[in-house]
């Protein structure tokens, strides 16, 4: 029931998930996020929207209650398809758990609408984590209006770890990404080559920013 326009504004959020909190305004406008809920958006699961693929990326956890018990559903287990969910008919998502960031770690949010507020053409979700001798341990790449609902980029994913962070190491993953990934529609607002094209820009620059903010380089 945490409406998305609290969390946006929440400094426990800003300062615990600042991924959250950056990709929140890019969800349409002050008016739908004063009503949208994090819960109801997960629960709606529009391959197009931000929240699902950042919660993919941050690897949060979905408790999922109904009158028989309670259970939880790993992000990953959670989006089944085209707006369909891990949820029963009978079950309501009641909370959202997302796991405290290591020491190391930095994230970044983009995404390109052609007006801001729309629904995006392709966004990234990028999470990262460096070693102490600044060589990436783990790494999470999560993409959004490229198929039937968010993506885990798994081999781009692979190629990060172990290596020291660079251009060309960005450029590299991003390629992975958007080629082995993602199989990305063609529809009325985007061929499936330009989501793919679209898709390598936007992880490389994903990739850089989450790099740096984790203190690379
Ligand atoms: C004009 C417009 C523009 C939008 N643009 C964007 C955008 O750019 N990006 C984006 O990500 N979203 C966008 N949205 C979606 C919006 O942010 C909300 O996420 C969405 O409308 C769902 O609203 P809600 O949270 O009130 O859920 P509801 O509309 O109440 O519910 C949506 C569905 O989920 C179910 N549901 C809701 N909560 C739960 C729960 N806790 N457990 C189980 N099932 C549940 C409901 O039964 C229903 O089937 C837009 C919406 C509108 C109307």
């Known amino acids: 029931m945490a409406r998305q326009r609290v969390v946006e504004r929440s400094p426990l959020v800003q300062r615990a998930a600042p991924l959250l909190a950056e990709a929140m305004p890019f969800i349409a406008h002050p008016q739908i996020r004063n009503r949208g809920t994090v819960g109801g958006s997960l629960a709606h699961a529009d391959p197009a929207a931000e929240l699902p693929a950042v919660m993919l990326a941050l690897d949060a956890r979905l408790e999922a209650r109904s009158r028989s018990g309670a259970r939880t559903i790993p992000a990953t287990a959670f989006f089944t398809g085209l707006f369909g969910t891990a949820l029963t008919p009978d079950e309501l998502l009641v909370e959202i758990a997302v796991p405290p960031l290591p ?76 080629t082995r990934d993602i199989d990305p529609p063609s529809d009325i607002h985007a061929s499936a080559a330009y989501r793919r094209r679209l898709a390598a820009v936007l992880t490389r620059r994903a990739l850089g920013r989450a790099f740096e903010r984790a203190g690379a380089g």
């Open 103 to 178: 020491p190391g770690s930095g994230t970044a949010f983009v995404e390109v609408a052609r007006r801001h507020g729309d629904y995006a053409l392709v966004g990234v979700a990028v999470v990262v984590t460096l070693d102490e001798r600044g060589r990436c341990r783990d790494a999470r790449i999560a993409l959004l209006s490229v198929g039937a609902g968010p993506v885990l980029a798994a081999e781009a994913m692979k190629l990060c770890v172990g290596e020291t962070p660079s251009d060309e190491m960005f450029r590299a993953t991003a390629e992975m990404a958007a």
